[in-house]
Nanobody, 125 residues
Framework: QVHLVESGGGLVQAGGSLRLSCVAS????????MGWFRQAPGKEREFVAA???????YYADSMKGRFTISRDNAKNTVYLQTDSLKPEDTAVYYC???????????????????WGQGTQVTVSS
């Protein structure tokens, strides 16, 4: 069982940055791949980025070069550094944990067994 808690969201102007954090409970964090997803009002949940337990990373095309995912296994934490934010980045951001390793699986929400409650990111123009 993994319990995930996100933080770091907020209101920021376009062009600004936020660092989102997700802390996981349990002693097996290092054996999970971690992902970030987001969901805007009236839209489906969208893949943002993933990092597997081998520390390989994978990004949605629209986030490449602006967002960076990383993990600190000693702190049971995964981060999402979001830079050059745009109003269309406004959404609730969720972290999730998966036992899958391969990057081509980790963009699918169905591959994740555990989800956090989400943190709101609002980007003003």
């Amino acid at each position: 069982q993994v319990h995930l808690v996100e933080s770091g969201g907020g209101l920021v102007q376009a062009g600004g940055s936020l660092r989102l954090s997700c802390v996981a409970s349990g002693r097996t964090f290092s054996t999970y791949s971690m992902g970030w997803f987001r969901q805007a009002p009236g839209k489906e949940r969208e893949f943002v980025a993933a990092i597997n337990w081998g520390r390989s990373t994978y990004y949605a095309d629209s986030m490449k070069g602006r967002f960076t995912i990383s993990r600190d296994n000693a702190k049971n934490t995964v981060y999402l550094q979001t830079d050059s934010l745009k109003p269309e980045d406004t959404a609730v951001y969720y972290c999730a944990a998966s036992k899958s390793y391969y990057m081509n699986y980790l963009s699918a929400p169905t591959k994740y067994g555990y989800w956090g409650q989400g943190t709101q990111v609002t980007v003003s123009s």
